[in-house]
T-cell receptor, first 110, second 114 residues
Framework: QKEVEQDPGPLSVPEGAIVSLNCTYS??????FMWYRQYSRKGPELLMY????GNKEDGRFTAQVDKSSKYISLFIRDSQPSDSATYLC??????????FGGGTRLMVKP | DSGVTQTPKHLITATGQRVTLRCSPR?????VYWYQQSLDQGLQFLIQ???????AKGNILERFSAQQFPDLHSELNLSSLELGDSALYFC?????????????FGPGTRLTVL
């Protein structure tokens, strides 16, 4: 069993929809949680990172962490075709090594 | 553009061969990380260097090695290549080495082993 699980999708939504992307993890030693966006044939780009349980908002993006359930989410409001990409969750214990989920492919249709 | 550069963009080689991938970190970043991304394994951490010294090792095969030079660029050497080594190889960089949440990824090198 992988330490970090993520539904691979693809997830297809109409423009303007609210998107919910999720990851679960099994190791309670994970302390820091990140979301990366990866466009086709590009490197991952950091969107947000958070430490504590609760919500963190940045523009149209909201990251949510529930440490008690070992569950993290990324919400995208008013989704745009330019949001079409693969979204990767990543987690870190003490130290710098990141453990990634497998990624969810998102398609936002105009 | 993250500021991290990687060369070459594409590499096609044969089984048993050796290749070198190169990475230049963002200006001011002292840490360099190497990752492998494949369809079946996803994005996996290989190794980290900080200011020339190895700092952390992940799922890196013994056939693979890396180093970071005094000018902070890094090279990942892959030898005795196998078909299963075909993947995207990413380099990332960050300012520090301890508890750094912001790693900036380069565009990657696509390796195809025939």
């Amino acid at each position: 069993q992988k330490e970090v699980e993520q539904d691979p999708g693809p997830l297809s939504v109409p423009e303007g929809a609210i998107v919910s992307l999720n990851c679960t993890y099994s190791n309670s030693a994970f302390q820091y949680f990140m979301w990366y966006r990866q466009y086709s044939r590009k490197g991952p780009e950091l969107l947000m990172y958070t430490y504590s349980s609760g919500n963190k908002e940045d523009g149209r993006f909201t990251a949510q962490v529930d440490k008690s359930s070992k569950y993290i989410s990324l919400f995208i409001r008013d989704s745009q075709p330019s949001d079409s990409a693969t979204y990767l969750c990543a987690m870190r214990k003490a130290g710098n090594m990141l453990t990634f989920g497998g990624g969810t492919r998102l398609m936002v249709k105009p | 553009d993250s500021g991290v550069t990687q060369t070459p963009k594409h590499l096609i080689t044969a089984t048993g061969q050796r290749v070198t991938l190169r990475c230049s970190p963002r200006s001011g970043d002292l840490s360099v990380y190497w990752y492998q991304q494949s369809l079946d394994q996803g994005l996996q951490f290989l190794i980290q260097y900080y200011n020339g010294e190895e700092r952390a090792k992940g799922n890196i095969l013994e056939r693979f090695s890396a180093q970071q030079f005094p000018d902070l660029h890094s090279e990942l050497n892959l030898s005795s290549l196998e078909l299963g080594d075909s993947a995207l190889y990413f380099c990332a960089s960050s300012v520090g080495t301890i508890n750094n949440n912001e790693q900036f990824f380069g565009p990657g090198t696509r390796l195809t082993v025939l």
